[in-house]
């Protein structure tokens, strides 16, 4: 008669918990592995110059943008601009939310587009036009150094008064855009747009116009 010895348990426990183990394994569902994948954001600052219609006369305006670069693709960030060519009669300033999308910076060449949204502030020039009548020494009249003004033929002086009027406004400029990449962190931007005004007491619809911009932008 066969006796049974305890001497055996410890391998028949092994050969029960590998069986199970096994069993368990080819029952359990495969788990899909965890990837971490890195979102590279980046500071960019550019200073921007721009040509534009301003009161039926060329504007050129400087200015700066800066913001932070998402995933390589979303700018958001802050502008500004001025006109550099512009008079105490002659003046431009607007400024504000700058926020835009660009393809991804794989190739050398980057499309985009871009939205302003702010504030700003104009002076243009308004004529306005007068007369004066009286007796007159000479056919032709010269004020100071103005060009000289001739009579009319029923002796009529015609003058033209021009002055500044200043206007606050809201602006909205989309822009597109196009990126040429020179070094890894530098880049040559040219874009074209519309700035777009709201709320003008005097100036109405003369601050509104087609811009053309280029700018030299750094990235880190």
């Given at each position: 008669m066969?006796?049974?010895?305890?001497?055996?348990?410890p391998?028949?426990?092994?050969?029960?918990?590998?069986?199970t183990?096994?069993?368990?394994?080819?029952q359990?569902?495969a788990?899909?592995p965890?990837?971490?994948?890195?979102?590279?954001?980046g500071?960019?600052?550019?200073?921007d110059?721009?040509?534009?219609?301003?009161g039926?006369?060329?504007?050129?305006?400087?200015?700066?943008y800066?913001?932070?670069?998402?995933?390589?693709?979303?700018?958001v960030?802050?502008?500004?601009?001025?006109?550099?060519?512009?008079?105490?009669?002659?003046?431009?300033?607007?400024?504000?939310?700058?926020?835009?999308?660009?393809t991804?910076?794989?190739?050398?060449v980057?499309?985009?587009?871009r939205?302003?949204?702010?504030?700003?502030?104009?002076?243009l020039?308004?004529?306005?036009?007068?007369?004066?009548?009286?007796?007159?020494?000479?056919?032709?009249?010269?004020?100071?150094?103005?060009?000289?003004?001739?009579?009319?033929p029923?002796?009529?002086?015609?003058?033209?008064?021009?002055?500044g009027?200043?206007?606050?406004?809201?602006?909205?400029?989309?822009?597109?855009?196009?990126g040429?990449?020179?070094?890894?962190?530098?880049?040559i931007?040219?874009?074209?747009g519309?700035?777009?005004?709201?709320?003008?007491?005097?100036?109405?619809?003369?601050v509104?116009?087609?811009t053309?911009?280029?700018?030299?932008?750094?990235?880190?």
């Amino acid at each position: 008669m066969r006796t049974f010895s305890f001497r055996s348990v410890p391998l028949f426990a092994l050969v029960v918990a590998g069986l199970t183990s096994t069993t368990y394994a080819q029952q359990a569902p495969a788990t899909t592995p965890l990837v971490v994948e890195r979102i590279d954001n980046g500071f960019v600052v550019a200073p921007d110059f721009k040509v534009t219609d301003v009161g039926s006369e060329l504007g050129q305006l400087a200015g700066v943008y800066a913001g932070s670069v998402l995933d390589e693709k979303v700018l958001v960030g802050a502008a500004v601009y001025w006109l550099a060519n512009g008079s105490d009669s002659f003046r431009l300033t607007y400024g504000g939310l700058l926020v835009g999308w660009a393809t991804s910076n794989t190739s050398r060449v980057r499309f985009g587009v871009r939205g302003l949204a702010g504030i700003g502030t104009a002076t243009l020039p308004v004529e306005v036009g007068a007369s004066f009548r009286g007796p007159l020494p000479s056919p032709t009249v010269r004020f100071g150094s103005r060009p000289s003004l001739r009579l009319a033929p029923d002796g009529v002086l015609p003058t033209t008064v021009r002055f500044g009027v200043r206007d606050d406004f809201l602006v909205f400029e989309p822009q597109g855009t196009m990126g040429l990449s020179v070094t890894d962190h530098i880049s040559i931007n040219v874009g074209a747009g519309y700035r777009a005004v709201a709320l003008t007491d005097a100036l109405r619809n003369r601050v509104d116009g087609p811009t053309g911009s280029v700018g030299l932008e750094f990235d880190w």
